[in-house]
């Protein structure tokens, strides 16, 4: 299957910083990504779907303000999470289809760690 | 997208068959049945999808009664390597480009 490929796998961070997450797709090209987020023994939650050329459509209960999502090309979407809180502490994924594919393939997700 | 229901949990021994069980009673004409799994601290991995015909990869198999109100995920010969929380997801085809809503889904421990 097609791979996607997210970096950092982990990351520790301060209060009060940003943090960037980036989403690659390498062997296709996705003009939508998504991203998810997910807390500990709790399922995957959608938080935003990421739109190549255009601005980010999130869902209900996501500040937009604070998770800054950006798809300028093709293969790469970036998530950044701003003025990270001990709250946003999380396991970030991402996933990617190609246009014609039914299939959603996702990241190894990134572990976000904010002390 | 419709709803589904997965036990929270399920324990298999190593070298049997896993069956796991998803009902999707509002499902619609339009909708398929997919199976994601995830293993502890990595990304949801694809396994299988159907419309109505039961499904066989190399990974598992999708059996999916007449009606289509509900389905089972089978592994033929599970391994501990497959102990993971497995997703049964429904979603029409090419419905916004591949966006999943994720249900608790099934926690399964194959045990030695």
């Known amino acids: 299957g097609a791979v996607v490929s997210q970096h950092p796998s982990r990351v520790i961070c301060k209060s009060g910083t940003s943090v960037k997450i980036e989403c690659r797709s390498l062997?296709?090209?996705?003009?939508?990504m998504f991203w998810y987020r997910q807390f500990p023994k709790k399922s995957l939650m959608l938080m935003a779907t990421?739109?190549?050329?255009?601005?980010?459509?999130?869902e209900q209960g996501v500040e937009k303000d604070k998770f800054l999502i950006n798809h300028a090309s093709l293969t790469l979407s970036t998530l950044t999470v701003t003025s990270a809180h001990p709250e946003d502490s999380s396991f970030y994924i991402c996933s990617a289809s190609e246009p014609v594919n039914t299939e959603a393939f996702f990241g190894q997700g990134t572990r976000l760690t904010v002390v | 997208d419709a709803k589904t229901t997965q036990p929270p949990s399920m324990d298999c021994a190593e070298g049997r068959a896993a069956n796991l069980p998803c009902n999707h009673s509002t499902i619609s004409g339009n909708e398929y049945v997919y199976w994601y799994r995830q293993i502890h601290s990595q990304g949801p991995q694809y396994i299988i999808h159907g419309l109505k015909n039961n499904e066989t990869n190399e990974m598992a198999s999708l059996i999916i009664t007449e009606d289509r109100k509900s389905s089972t995920l089978i592994l033929p010969h599970a391994t501990l390597r497959d102990t993971a929380v497995y997703y049964c997801?429904?979603?029409?085809?090419?419905?916004?480009?591949?966006?999943?809503?994720f249900g608790q889904g099934t926690e399964l421990s194959v045990k030695p």
């Open positions: 997801i429904v979603r029409a085809l090419y419905n916004q480009g591949g966006k999943l809503i």
């Open positions: 062997d296709f090209q996705a003009t939508t």
């Open positions: 990421s739109n190549e050329g255009s601005k980010a459509t999130y």
